[in-house]
């Protein structure tokens, strides 16, 4: 299962980054919004690109489904 972890910002909500099994970094950028409710955008290895999801779950099983063995 994909780990998904938090990185604080001094003075803000967390983004949050995931280790892939080779070891490169996926940075995870969130947007926070009380009308629609948050975004998680991440720039994924080709042929993925950007992407973003409107659930943490639905991002992790893409993860799950992509890159975890």
């Known amino acids: 299962m994909a780990t998904i972890r938090k990185i604080q910002k001094d003075g803000g909500l967390p983004d949050y980054y995931y280790v892939m099994p080779n070891q490169d970094r996926i940075d995870i950028m969130v947007v ?22 409107d659930k943490m779950n639905e991002m992790r099983d893409y993860f799950d489904e992509h890159f975890e063995s």
Do not use: E, V
């Not at 919004?33 to 042929?47: E, F, Q, R, V």
């Open 32 to 53: 926070r919004s009380k009308n629609s409710g948050n975004k998680y955008t991440c720039i994924l290895p080709a042929p993925h690109g950007s992407r973003t999801f």
